[in-house]
């Protein structure tokens, strides 16, 4: 079947402009497309903006074991709501995704739920180099350098240097520093309010874990992704790429902090924790000046009850999939950033931080994974209108300007006129991981 997309304003590699673009078969089959292209489905998107699709290189989908929170069904339905066509997954499930096994367990799994594409990372654990080293279809390595328990919790340096020397896969980590948390848990009696959370995951206990894994990456020469920067020492930092080194800042990093505290107290717990006006603003600024390459929600959902608890009984975590395009838009609406800007850090950065094939543009050839905006659109967040399985967003009553209207997943319509195709079935993601990733 082919699909016209006629009168969009595409932001293609090099240009933004109106163009109709034609999609068969999952692709792009071609870009400024002559009078008279045969079609059998035209689609008018006067006045629209076209967008590759956005690719959420973190996300916890929480399936097997946490699916009261999320589900890989839910998830990816909410991915496709909010303009996401690709997502890769995080490791700490239950069981965790340690092993060969458990990651294509984990493939097959989404193979028949999810309504967009999909990628899983491998989890490093003290002792798990061997799995680390034979697992194929995986965007990298995940490293629990502090924020988490039981095996994922990689803090000794003897293994830490292993898994930098005797891995090729790209690795990516969690970066706080376990000592100094507790340390300063220790002192605050564990917390007794939820702003305490920023106390106890300080600037310092990002830092240090920063710079520990960024000299473990320049001295093994391996390629690294430091998740979630929420300090701008950190933003900082990650300007001594190497070749070597990406970054990633989140939406509630962006536009929470600490002052936020009193206003929705454990909805912006989140760990990393949220910091300080001049953090925000610096993360933008790094952003804008390609020190950070990539954002990416860290989506952690958690039931309300659950998020309710008084501190520290409250898990930290928060939704965002949903909303994180419409969250940018309205940055651009707002003139903080390009339009451009938004799509290098949503869909091109990512393709390239982690080798996809064929996504994160709107050129032929490349997968048709494709997101029709609406930058004039003004709408309220609701809670009682998220289809991620928590129900609640943080930004739950936030006028927002610029929302996707419509998804293709693989040149199928996942998601138009409010409403998503539960039939649709994206497809595991393909990685070529000798391509050297962005700085290649």
Known sequence: MRTLIRGAICVLPDSTKQVDVLLEDGRILGVGVPAGAKDDEVVDATGMHLLPGVIDDQVHFREPGLTHK???RTGSRACAKGGVTTFLEMPNTKPTTTT???LHEKLALAAGKCVVNFGFYVGATPDNVEELRKAKRTPGIKIFIGSSTGSLLVDGQEALERIFAETTLPICAHCEDEATVRANSERLGGGQEYADH???????????ATKRAMD???RHKHRFHVLHVSTAEEAELVADHRGLITAE???HHLLFDRSDYARLGSFVQMNPSVKDEADREALWQALREKRIQVVATDHAPHTLEEKQQPYPQSPSGLPAVEN???????AVHQGRVSLEDVVHWMCEAPARVW???GKGRIEEGYDADLVLVDLAKTAVVRNEEQVAKCGWSPWDGVELTGWPVRTWVLGQTVFADGKIDDSVRGQEVAF???RGGYWA
Do not use: G, T, Y
Request: aromatic fraction near 0%; glycine fraction near 0%; proline fraction near 3%.
């Open 70 to 72: 999320e589900d890989l």
């Open 100 to 102: 060969v096994e458990r």
């Open 198 to 208: 920023s106390k106890i995951r300080d600037h310092a206990a990002a830092v240090i």
């Open 216 to 218: 473990l990456a320049h």
């Open 249 to 251: 800042a989140c939406p």
């Open 324 to 330: 994180s395009l419409a969250l940018m838009l309205n």
């Open 355 to 357: 080798d996809i094939v």
């Open 432 to 434: 070529e991981h000798e």
